[in-house]
T-cell receptor
Framework: GAGVSQSPSNKVTEKGKDVELRCDPI?????LYWYRQSLGQGLEFLIY????????KSGLPSDRFSAERTGGSVSTLTIQRTQQEDSAVYLC?????????????FGSGTRLTVV | AQTVTQSQPEMSVQEAETVTLSCTYD???????LFWYKQPPSRQMILVIR??????QNATENRFSVNFQKAAKSFSLKISDSQLGDAAMYFC?????????????FGKGTKLSVKP
C-alpha cells in the first residue's frame, strides 16, 4: 500500500487478557520495526525484522511480548497477560535500505489501554 | 553503542520567527543517517528531513534546514518562518547504514510550541 497501516487504531483490554496488534508495511520494504511510546516519552525499540534474517528481539521487555512477520510482509505483535504498564502507543515502521530514499515510514500507531 | 541526545525538552517560538532545535549523537561508525521526525498530537511520525553522513552539504526541505557538524557530532534543526502547524514533538534519530545496521535510535524529543 501507499503507507504503513496499523490496526486497530485503539484497543482497550482488561488486565490479564492477550492482545494482537497488526502492522501492514509498505510493499517492497524489507525491514519492519516495532516501537513503544509511553505517555509523554520517547520511542522504545521492541523488535526488528530484516528480510529472511532472524529478528532482532533485543528490545522486547519481557517474554509476554512476541512478534512474527509472515511472508516477509504483515507483522503481528502479541502481548500476553497484559499488565497496566503495557499501556502505550505501539508504533510500527518499515524501511527500504536503498539510497537515496533511505528512511523509515511510520504507521499511525495503536493506542493500547489496559484497564 | 550509539546514543542520541536532545537537551531541550521544550522550546517556544513566535509565529513567523526562526527556532533551532539541538541534537547531539555519539557513534564510532562512518556511514550513517540522521533524521528529524515530527510527531503532532495525531501521533503520526512524519519525516521532516534526513542527512547522509558522507554528504557535507546540509540538507534543506523548504522552511526546514539542518546544521550538520560531523566532527562535533551535532545535528541541529532550524525552522524558519514558524507556523502554527509546526507545533509538535520533534525527535532526532540516528541509524547506521553500513554493514552493522540496526534499529533507528531516537532522542527523547523536544516539544515545540508556536505562539500566534
Amino acid at each position: 500500500g501507499a503507507g504503513v497501516s496499523q490496526s486497530p487504531s485503539n484497543k482497550v483490554t482488561e488486565k490479564g487478557k492477550d492482545v494482537e496488534l497488526r502492522c501492514d508495511p509498505i510493499s517492497g520494504h524489507t525491514a519492519l520495526y516495532w516501537y513503544r511510546q509511553s505517555l509523554g516519552q520517547g520511542l522504545e525499540f521492541l523488535i526488528y525484522f530484516q528480510g529472511n534474517s532472524a529478528p532482532d528481539k533485543s528490545g522486547l521487555p519481557s517474554d509476554r511480548f512476541s512478534a512474527e512477520r509472515t511472508g516477509g510482509s504483515v507483522s503481528t505483535l502479541t502481548i500476553q497477560r497484559t499488565q497496566q504498564e503495557d499501556s502505550a502507543v505501539y508504533l510500527c515502521a518499515s524501511s527500504t535500505r536503498q539510497r537515496p530514499n533511505y528512511g523509515y515510514t511510520f504507521g499511525s500507531g495503536t493506542r493500547l489501554t489496559v484497564v | 553503542a550509539q546514543t542520541v541526545t536532545q537537551s531541550q525538552p521544550e522550546m517556544s517560538v513566535q509565529e513567523a520567527e526562526t527556532v533551532t532545535l539541538s541534537c547531539t549523537y555519539d557513534t564510532s561508525e562512518s556511514d550513517y543517517y540522521l533524521f528529524w521526525y515530527k510527531q503532532p498530537p495525531s501521533r503520526q511520525m512524519i519525516l521532516v528531513i534526513r542527512q547522509e553522513a558522507y554528504k557535507q552539504q546540509n540538507a534543506t526541505e523548504n522552511r526546514f534546514s539542518v546544521n550538520f557538524q560531523k566532527a562535533a557530532k551535532s545535528f541541529s534543526l532550524k525552522i524558519s518562518d514558524s507556523q502554527l502547524g509546526d507545533a509538535a514533538m520533534y525527535f532526532c534519530a540516528y541509524r547506521n547504514y553500513g554493514g552493522s545496521q540496526g534499529n533507528l535510535i531516537f532522542g527523547k524529543g523536544t516539544k515545540l510550541s508556536v505562539k500566534p
